[in-house]
């Protein structure tokens, strides 16, 4: 028998997994009690698993909050896996808090033989029916706090009639799991007064005809439902963006584009590197034509990448060879007719992963592919020869190429999106042809200095455009991964950054409080005039999404992807937006411990404000006392000395600049006339401000100009623009170097800048 509950707000969790139940078909079948859990709850019914979608995998990455790469199962084997580096979230629990009651109940026996080590209560059950009524009974004579449920007859009428809506018996595997739901229900409702449970429904993956395991929509498209009298009913979909097209290049069977200069696109051994590109395919072509390549696609084993067709398609593919090994991985089809994006990365050390309108597909490792260097063009629409007798059949537009194996995120959230200045990894950008000129034989590359592009064969002609690519923002929708930080959530207890998890809660944060806050940054700031310069608005290279997220900062609370109105760019005067901030409340007992970001903008008298331009932050969280520390991308973090009390319709006012404050740490900002400004100078995010060694700030600046001559500039939003001009300038006047030097001290080169936060 579990003993008596540790939650003093006596909040409880109940998660029922239905294993391989299809969102649609969920809807289609008369399930009422989930229908009305989903109904009175936040749900999704657009959420997101990884592939390979095998139960291993899904529930795995369900039950450990971070996704393949780390906990290391992708098959029903368990072979490979890591979860003494990334174990159960219930054994995270555990292990935080000793006397918690843990319950796990389950039909499918692997999930309490491999996944789970430290419950309360490990029970193992040959049928559903058999998992109901021992739930049923520890619910009704025992005292438990989380509970886990699976369910598994769904998934077996999948595999022998089909994953569909349209399958009778598929359909009514999952009316039966609905009554048994209600057995659970009615168990609940009989509990203690003052309870407050959580209900979360959700499966691992879903399935089509064929079955699972595969990388399509339907395998991967999961739900998940979270019910309590604590929330207000919402739907959260998924994040699409939708590009409209400009004029782009359709090579119609007839000609290609080749790279003036190919060798800086030669990898060698151990160079990292990424390709995107975005493509239209006609309902059918013949052969393997190909969209990207610098290799002679004559044998896939030749040295050289290529992303193609398959043969006659209808899906696309990847190959990467060394001479004498090679690798080569299946996307998903592309034969309707519409544009697509498509990207690779390679992790020379690691894997090889592809990507399709910014959802991950599949990966494999590429350790064993050496030297990939081919002497050869690098050409679009053609292979490296020029002389692949399968003509591309398509258009084509948009080729990027970066010396860096770009992370999932990123790629997924940049898959819609012209990159600019804000992509994290802009630096690492090599070439890209948008190929979006409209007239003529030529095409720029937009990185610069770079080789252009020009158009080889008589016949490609220029598409006017204006048609649609959609598609998933993986770094904003719901995914698999976000339960366990959402139960977390629902407890009411801290999240232990250690813990890692990739996901992130879907319960908001209830509040909302506010805080009237003000701080100046060293760069911008004049001490004459008491403003800071609004450089970057002025001139236009300010983004209109918050650059943090992408930059590697932890956002917490549903903190991160915050859009600002481009209207709010208007304002003028005092008021005028100078840049984003990230406003960090953190515990007011380990205030290592971020509780909620929120990426706000900061104006010229150091205001900052949300993303309206004009209110306070707001912060979906309970009223209390927080730390409140405000975080710059290329400024050192400041913080309260002292944990500040939010009380409702009462908004404290926190000024950073007033010398009279109380910082957290010491000269925790630099002192300008009277007034406090954040240090500059923290370009590489390793919480110092350093001048020369290993990894140090200055070197940064002298990269991004190119390296070599030291009066060269380059403009745009830059990290290691430290003033905030829009220029980043290593010497001369109202350059950014300087200021590195300035702020560990100006005598002594070696010494470094610490950030003042624990």
Same mark, same amino acid.
């Given at each position: 028998?579990?003993?008596?509950?540790?939650?003093?707000?006596?909040?409880?969790?109940?998660?029922? +997994?239905?294993?391989?139940?299809?969102?649609?078909?969920?809807?289609?079948?008369?399930?009422?009690?989930? =229908?009305?859990?989903?109904?009175?709850?936040?749900?999704?019914?657009?959420?997101?698993?990884?592939?390979?979608?095998?139960?291993?995998?899904?529930?795995?990455?369900?039950?450990?909050?971070?996704?393949?790469?780390?906990?290391?199962?992708?098959?029903?084997?368990?072979?490979?896996?890591?979860?003494?580096?990334?174990?159960?979230?219930?054994?995270?629990?555990?292990?935080?808090?000793?006397?918690?009651?843990?319950?796990?109940?389950?039909?499918?026996?692997?999930?309490?033989?491999?996944?789970?080590?430290?419950?309360?209560?490990? #029970?193992?059950?040959?049928?559903?029916? /058999?998992?109901?009524?021992?739930?049923?009974?520890?619910?009704?004579?025992?005292?438990?706090?989380?509970?886990?449920?699976?369910?598994?007859?769904?998934?077996?009428?999948?595999?022998?009639?089909?994953?569909?809506?349209?399958?009778?018996?598929?359909?009514?595997?999952? /009316?039966?799991?609905? @009554?048994?739901?209600?057995?659970?229900?009615? @168990?609940?409702?009989?509990?203690?007064?003052?309870?407050?449970?959580?209900?979360?429904?959700?499966?691992?993956?879903?399935?089509?005809?064929?079955?699972?395991?595969?990388?399509?929509?339907?395998?991967?498209? %999961?739900?998940?439902?979270?019910?309590?009298?604590?929330?207000?009913?919402?739907?959260?979909?998924?994040?699409?963006?939708?590009?409209?097209?400009?004029?782009?290049?359709?090579?119609?069977?007839?000609?290609?584009?080749?790279?003036?200069?190919?060798?800086?696109?030669?990898?060698?051994?151990? #160079?990292?590197?990424?390709?995107?590109?975005?493509?239209?395919?006609?309902?059918?072509?013949? +052969?393997?034509?190909?969209?990207?390549?610098?290799?002679?696609?004559?044998?896939?084993?030749?040295?050289?990448?290529?992303?193609?067709?398959?043969?006659?398609?209808?899906?696309?593919?990847?190959?990467?060879?060394?001479?004498?090994?090679?690798?080569?991985?299946?996307?998903?089809?592309?034969?309707?007719?519409?544009?697509?994006?498509?990207?690779?990365?390679?992790?020379?050390?690691?894997?090889?992963? %592809?990507?399709?309108?910014?959802?991950?597909?599949?990966?494999?490792?590429?350790?064993?592919?050496?030297?990939?260097?081919?002497?050869?063009?690098?050409?679009?629409?053609?292979?490296?020869?020029?002389?692949?007798?399968?003509?591309?059949?398509?258009?084509?537009?948009?080729?990027?190429?970066?010396?860096?194996?770009?992370?999932?995120?990123?790629?997924?959230?940049?898959?819609?999106?012209?990159?600019?200045?804000?992509?994290?990894?802009?630096?690492?950008?090599?070439?890209?042809?948008?190929?979006?000129?409209?007239?003529?034989?030529?095409?720029?590359?937009?990185?610069?200095?770079?080789?252009?592009?020009?158009?080889?064969?008589?016949?490609?002609?220029?598409?006017?455009?204006?048609?649609?690519?959609?598609?998933?923002?993986?770094?904003?929708?719901?995914?698999?991964?976000?339960?366990?930080?959402?139960?977390?959530?629902?407890?009411?207890?801290?999240?232990?950054?250690?813990?890692?998890?990739?996901?992130?809660?879907?319960?908001? %944060?209830?509040?909302?409080?506010?805080?009237?806050?003000?701080?100046?940054?060293?760069?911008?700031?004049?001490?004459?005039?008491?403003?800071?310069? =609004?450089?970057?608005?002025?001139?236009?290279?300010?983004?209109?999404?918050?650059?943090?997220?992408?930059?590697?900062?932890?956002?917490?609370?549903?903190?991160? +992807?915050?859009?600002?109105?481009?209207?709010?760019?208007?304002?003028?005067?005092?008021? @005028?937006?100078?840049?984003?901030?990230?406003?960090?409340?953190?515990?007011?007992? =380990?205030?290592?411990?971020?509780?909620?970001?929120?990426?706000?903008?900061?104006?010229?008298?150091?205001?900052?404000?949300?993303?309206?331009?004009?209110?306070?932050?707001?912060?979906?969280?309970?009223?209390?006392?927080?730390?409140?520390?405000?975080?710059?991308?290329?400024?050192?973090?400041?913080?309260?000395? /002292?944990?500040?009390?939010?009380?409702?319709?009462?908004?404290?006012?926190?000024?950073?600049?007033?010398?009279?404050?109380?910082?957290?740490?010491?000269?925790?900002?630099?002192?300008?006339?009277?007034?406090?400004?954040?240090?500059?100078?923290?370009?590489?995010?390793?919480?110092?401000?350093?001048?020369?060694?290993?990894?140090?700030?200055?070197?940064?600046?002298?990269?991004?100009?190119?390296?070599?001559?030291?009066?060269?500039?380059?403009?745009?939003?830059?990290?290691?623009?430290?003033?905030?001009?829009?220029?980043?300038?290593?010497?001369?006047?109202?350059?950014?170097?300087?200021?590195?030097?300035?702020?560990?001290?100006?005598?002594?080169?070696?010494?470094?800048?610490?950030? #003042?936060?624990?």
């Amino acid at each position: 028998m579990l003993c008596v509950s540790v939650l003093s707000a006596q909040r409880k969790v109940l998660i029922i +997994g239905i294993d391989g139940c299809r969102p649609d078909a969920l809807v289609a079948a008369n399930a009422p009690v989930i =229908d009305s859990l989903r109904n009175t709850g936040i749900y999704t019914l657009e959420g997101i698993t990884h592939p390979p979608t095998w139960s291993g995998t899904g529930w795995s990455s369900m039950l450990t909050g971070v996704w393949e790469q780390k906990h290391g199962v992708v098959d029903n084997t368990f072979a490979g896996a890591h979860f003494d580096l990334w174990p159960h979230f219930m054994d995270r629990l555990k292990a935080a808090y000793p006397t918690m009651q843990i319950a796990s109940i389950v039909h499918w026996g692997p999930i309490n033989d491999e996944i789970l080590a430290n419950a309360d209560l490990e #029970q193992t059950y040959a049928t559903d029916a /058999e998992v109901t009524t021992a739930a049923v009974d520890l619910l009704t004579n025992g005292d438990p706090d989380v509970v886990f449920l699976q369910y598994d007859d769904v998934d077996h009428q999948g595999h022998l009639h089909g994953f569909d809506p349209s399958v009778p018996e598929y359909i009514t595997a999952i /009316e039966t799991v609905d @009554a048994q739901v209600g057995a659970l229900m009615g @168990a609940l409702a009989s509990r203690p007064v003052g309870e407050e449970w959580l209900v979360a429904v959700t499966t691992d993956h879903g399935g089509n005809l064929a079955g699972h395991g595969g990388i399509t929509p339907e395998e991967q498209r %999961i739900f998940t439902i979270l019910s309590s009298s604590l929330l207000h009913p919402k739907e959260l979909k998924a994040v699409m963006d939708t590009a409209t097209m400009g004029p782009t290049l359709a090579m119609n069977n007839t000609g290609y584009a080749r790279v003036d200069n190919p060798m800086g696109y030669q990898f060698g051994i151990t #160079q990292d590197f990424t390709i995107e590109c975005r493509v239209k395919m006609p309902m059918t072509w013949a +052969g393997d034509p190909v969209m990207v390549a610098n290799k002679n696609w004559a044998n896939g084993s030749n040295a050289g990448f290529v992303i193609s067709t398959t043969m006659s398609g209808p899906e696309w593919k990847f190959n990467v060879g060394d001479g004498a090994d090679r690798v080569d991985l299946t996307g998903s089809p592309i034969n309707d007719g519409q544009w697509h994006h498509l990207a690779v990365t390679c992790d020379r050390d690691g894997k090889v992963r %592809i990507f399709q309108d910014g959802i991950y597909l599949r990966e494999t490792n590429m350790a064993a592919i050496g030297n990939i260097n081919t002497g050869l063009q690098l050409d679009i629409g053609q292979d490296g020869t020029g002389t692949y007798p399968t003509a591309f059949p398509g258009s084509i537009a948009d080729v990027r190429i970066w010396n860096a194996a770009l992370p999932i995120k990123t790629v997924s959230a940049w898959s819609g999106k012209i990159v600019d200045t804000s992509h994290p990894y802009w630096s690492s950008l090599i070439g890209e042809w948008r190929m979006d000129e409209g007239i003529g034989t030529t095409m720029a590359n937009t990185v610069s200095g770079a080789s252009g592009l020009v158009l080889l064969g008589i016949g490609p002609t220029w598409d006017a455009g204006m048609e649609e690519l959609v598609t998933t923002d993986l770094s904003r929708t719901p995914t698999q991964v976000d339960l366990p930080p959402s139960i977390v959530k629902h407890l009411d207890l801290p999240l232990n950054p250690g813990w890692d998890w990739d996901g992130r809660s879907l319960i908001p %944060i209830q509040g909302p409080i506010s805080v009237h806050l003000r701080t100046l940054l060293q760069g911008p700031y004049d001490s004459g005039s008491q403003l800071m310069s =609004d450089a970057l608005r002025y001139f236009g290279w300010l983004p209109l999404t918050e650059p943090y997220s992408g930059l590697g900062f932890s956002q917490a609370g549903g903190g991160g +992807g915050e859009d600002l109105p481009p209207i709010v760019l208007d304002q003028l005067g005092n008021d @005028a937006i100078v840049d984003w901030v990230l406003v960090e409340l953190r515990d007011p007992i =380990d205030p290592v411990q971020i509780i909620a970001t929120r990426d706000c903008l900061i104006q010229r008298d150091g205001d900052v404000v949300d993303i309206d331009g004009v209110s306070d932050p707001v912060f979906d969280v309970a009223q209390g006392s927080y730390y409140v520390a405000v975080r710059h991308r290329n400024h050192l973090g400041a913080m309260t000395a /002292e944990a500040v009390p939010f009380l409702e319709n009462t908004p404290p006012t926190i000024d950073l600049s007033d010398p009279g404050l109380p910082l957290y740490g010491t000269q925790a900002m630099v002192t300008i006339a009277g007034r406090r400004a954040q240090w500059a100078g923290e370009i590489k995010p390793d919480g110092q401000v350093k001048y020369t060694g290993f990894g140090n700030d200055r070197d940064r600046i002298l990269q991004i100009i190119g390296g070599s001559i030291p009066t060269a500039t380059a403009t745009g939003y830059y990290v290691e623009d430290l003033n905030l001009d829009r220029q980043v300038k290593y010497a001369g006047f109202q350059n950014d170097r300087d200021l590195i030097l300035q702020n560990i001290g100006g005598a002594v080169p070696t010494a470094v800048r610490p950030e #003042q936060l624990p």
